[in-house]
Nanobody, 129 residues
Framework: QVQLVESGGGLVQDGGSLRLSCAASGRAFSAYAMGWFRQVPGKEREFVAAISYAGGTTTYADSVKGRFTVSRDNVKNTVYLEMNSLRPEDTAVYCC??????????????????????WGQGTQVTVSS
């Protein structure tokens, strides 16, 4: 069982930047793709970005492509989400998650919430206009 704890959220102005971190417990971290999702009250959970188990493949939602960067450090058991040029519509609770399939998975599966079996509690990101 992997436990995930996010940090780094906060209040930032339109155009600002934040770096989210997700610390994972457990030795299995490096064997699984990891994803970032976000949710606004009353709306469905939305895929943001994901990274393969070794970090060689990344995938992004169109809405964040070119502004957000996902990375991971398998020694530190941590996955990151660097967010630049933030917009008010990026305001949400951001959660990291562990993919349920070990080793390589398709980018389609990396972008599907149902393919993840462990979730963090989330960190609030608020972008003011």
């Amino acid at each position: 069982q992997v436990q995930l704890v996010e940090s780094g959220g906060g209040l930032v102005q339109d155009g600002g930047s934040l770096r989210l971190s997700c610390a994972a417990s457990g030795r299995a971290f490096s064997a699984y793709a990891m994803g970032w999702f976000r949710q606004v009250p009353g709306k469905e959970r939305e895929f943001v970005a994901a990274i393969s188990y070794a970090g060689g493949t990344t995938t992004y939602a169109d809405s964040v492509k070119g502004r957000f960067t996902v990375s991971r450090d398998n020694v530190k058991n941590t996955v990151y989400l660097e967010m630049n040029s933030l917009r008010p519509e990026d305001t949400a609770v951001y959660c990291c998650a562990k993919n349920k399939r070990p080793a390589s998975v398709t980018t389609q599966r990396m972008g599907t919430p149902a393919e993840y079996d462990s979730w963090g509690q989330g960190t609030q990101v608020t972008v003011s206009s």
